[in-house]
T-cell receptor, first 114, second 113 residues
């Protein structure tokens, strides 16, 4: 099956700093990738759709200036949490469809903001 | 809009017991349906899917049938193992071209030896 990786797998940072999370499709190209946020024992909340070569599309209520998304190539999308605060602590997951509608998910990045 | 309603857990079973997790959906179009599984500390893995009415998805002993008349996609396994302990998510894709997934709330399943 298709493989999606994320880096880092976990990160701890100080409040006010920015954190970048990478999402890579390892064996396929993805013009679209998705970023989700998952709180403990809850479902996934779609944050935004990352589009290669164009601006990301954000879901309602998600601050685009807070969560910067860059889809610079067909295999890489990055999510930068700017000026992170403790309430941004969460599990961030990306996904990509290799072709068609089935999405493959990355292993997730756990962010802890102190 | 699209939505997925999933049986709430947690569900605790003994090994070799029968597992059912109910899932119903509301969709404006003709969606594809998925079950994803999340093991502790990991991302989601596709468990099975079905793309049209009466299709049965199956994998690792799990099965789910796309029932358009009841708008359901219930997950079943006849004999669970401890390794099946995970969170299970029902999801739909409305085929609108953007491939966005709508997820159910997730059901935590714990299988005891």
């Amino acid at each position: 099956g298709a493989v999606v990786s994320q880096h880092p797998s976990w990160v701890i940072c100080k409040s006010g700093t920015s954190v970048k999370i990478e999402c890579r499709s390892l064996d396929f190209q993805a013009t679209t990738m998705f970023w989700y946020r998952q709180f403990p024992k809850q479902s996934l909340m779609l944050m935004a759709t990352s589009n290669e070569g164009s601006k990301a599309t954000y879901e309602q209520g998600v601050e685009k200036d807070k969560f910067l998304i860059n889809h610079a190539s067909l295999t890489l999308s990055t999510l930068t949490v700017t000026s992170a605060h403790p309430e941004d602590s969460s599990f961030y997951i990306c996904s990509a469809p290799p072709g068609g509608e089935t999405q493959y998910f990355g292993p997730g990045t756990r962010l802890l903001v102190l | 809009g699209n939505s997925v309603t999933q049986m709430e857990g947690p569900v605790t079973l003994s090994e070799e017991a029968f597992l059912t997790i109910n899932c119903t959906y509301t969709a404006t179009g003709y969606p594809s349906l998925f079950w994803y599984v999340q093991y502790p500390g990991e991302g989601l893995q596709l468990l099975l899917k079905a793309t049209k009415a009466d299709d049965k998805g199956s994998n690792k002993g799990f099965e789910a049938t796309y029932r358009k008349e009841t708008t359901s996609f219930h997950l079943e396994k006849g004999s669970v193992q401890v390794s099946d302990s995970a969170v299970y998510f029902c999801a739909l894709s409305d085929r609108g071209g953007d491939y966005k997934l709508s997820f159910g709330a997730g059901t935590t399943v714990t299988v005891r030896a």
